[in-house]
């Protein structure tokens, strides 16, 4: 008689192979889930930073310039407003891999750039925390009439060789600086 009740309180071992699946199966999901997660946390750098990049590439074309010259009397100077031309560099100049890379303010300054005002001197960007992603800009303009410009994030976030790329675009229109409604993207989650 104890027996028995003893045996009916008992788990099969169907039962308890039922379980083991199930715990199985549910933290195989759990691991997806978190990957997906940390690795959307991680791409979130490139999408802020190419927004900022954005932001500022339109306010470079909207702070107007004139010459520098004294205009002798009578005359007049035009406004000229312009997308901030290509940078000679890419911070860092490959993509890390797997890993973080901290730039420096001089990454940012390239003298070239800095002579010449173009790239990220003349955006005034630059990142002081440590990145994923390797960032470019390119711009081209004819002043106030035409132009565009593409800023550019690629990284290799696993380290497995194949890089994710992000960009985000800008042009003149209707004498305006107008940016795409979205950044584009290729293997976000590489």
Do not use: H
Not at 23 to 41: D, E, K
Not at 108 to 122: H, I, K, Q
Request: aromatic share 8%.
């Amino acid at each position: 008689m104890l027996m028995t009740r003893a045996l009916r309180r008992a788990f099969t071992l169907v039962e308890l192979m039922i379980v083991v699946a199930l715990v199985g199966v549910l933290s195989t999901l759990a691991v997806y889930g978190v990957r997906r997660y940390i690795t959307n946390a991680k791409t979130a750098e490139a999408k802020n930073a190419l927004g900022q990049m954005g932001k500022d590439a339109v306010v470079a074309f909207e702070s107007e310039t004139m010459t520098n010259v004294v205009l002798a009397m009578g005359s007049s100077a035009n406004v000229s407003r312009a997308f901030c031309l290509d940078s000679t560099v890419s911070v860092p100049s490959t993509p890390p891999k797997g890993a973080k890379y901290q730039s420096s303010k001089k990454d940012w300054s390239n003298a070239s750039d800095v002579a010449a005002n173009r790239g990220f001197p003349c955006l005034r960007f630059e990142m002081a925390q440590p990145q994923y992603y390797s960032y470019s800009y390119g711009g081209t303009t004819s002043p106030g009439t035409s132009g565009n410009f593409t800023a550019l994030a690629r990284g290799d976030l696993n380290g497995d060789g194949i890089a994710s790329t992000f960009w985000l675009t800008g042009g003149i229109i209707n004498s305006r600086a107008t940016l795409a409604p979205n950044i584009g993207q290729t293997s976000p989650m590489e």
